[in-house]
């Protein structure tokens, strides 16, 4: 179709493939030592229990979990999803307050798609999760970028003074994830948490609260999430997924938040897809009711606190001694930030440690902004113990070599 390009959107004709989806297809080469990717463990899925689970509700259920539903969520998903708000929250929602999607990802790029007209604003951490910025990207939004301290999160005095100098302006919302972020493994401090609902209730935009990793944590002790702490209910829109917890390839998920905005999600939501399999859906209704969620989540951490507690140790062993060099301490989730001293290039690193089979991701991927390309975010999900000992020995090589050579330049 030659002339496709005749045809296409203006938003189809702004998209292009990414660079670093291009690059991920190396790491997945044999042989590699991969901390590029961002897939929970296949062996963080019970299979035995997703078999009886199948099993239980094509026979109890047939007549509707293999019929289309409605597309806010079949309402027994619906009634255990705010049972475990209470348990996991201590908060009450109702119905009205919540839609099922499928998964984060479409939440996402509906919530950017009911806030976003042509060149408006979202606020965001730099760096923030790719998926997002392509969701931004695809609705022609524009981002504000806010630096993360690596310690307690985004930089909210930078927000407030964004505020104070112009106003709401055409920002209506700041995309977050508190709890362990992707990519920087860093968590929003309680006092940031508080401000920032006040900031938003103050110059009125929403903030959407990415949490897929909240569940996730190793170390430490859980701080309450924005959801819980927006008692009045009016700012903040939270997205939850089962990605991490139950199984990705369900693609299931489901937000909470405010009435207004979750009536425009259902809206934008129907003409997507019409509703969430109704399948995964009774899946995951006896997921939580039958306990298999409460087991799985301490399963779960005990299955990666050894990769994180190696992945930490290995990174201070390997790069602490650097000068320039600094990296997160994760408490919990999947990911690890690296920050290279200035004018070390993260692609030219890659290529280094690609040729020795040891892959990351470059940090620029990102950057709203696509420039920051000092920095780089390790998976810790994926690797063995030994895998992630053996590849940060060789990335520590890298760098101090690369480093070394620019001192002698
Ligand atoms: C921060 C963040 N949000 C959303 C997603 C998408 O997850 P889901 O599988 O729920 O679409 C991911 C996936 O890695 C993520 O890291």
Redo the contacts with the bound molecule.
Sequence with gaps: MEWANEIFSERALNLKRSEIRELLKLTSRPGIISFAG??PHPDTVNKEVMLKLAEHVISEHKNTALQYGQTEGIPELVKQLIQLHKELDGIDVLPENMIV????????ALTAKIFLDYEDEVLCARP?????LQAVRSYRGKFVGVDLDPSDGIDVEHIERIFKAQGRGRIKYLYL?PDF???AGVTLSLEKRIRLIELAREYRFAIVE????RQLRYTGENIPSMLALDTERNVVVT??????VFA?GL???WVTGPKQVIDKLTLVKQPADLCTSPFAQFLAAHYIEDGHLRNQLGFIADFYRPKQQAMIEAVERELGGIPGVSFTKPEGG??LWIQLPEGIDSGELFQETLKRNVAFVVGSAFDPYAERNNCARLNFSFPTVEQIHEGMKILGECVKEMVTKKASA
């Design positions: 961002g897939l999607t499928s998964a984060a990802q479409q939440a996402i923030t999760y790719l998926g997002f994830v972020q992707n990519p990415d949490s897929p990793y997205l939850y997924t089962f990605s991490k990705p693609r299931l998920g999947m990911f």
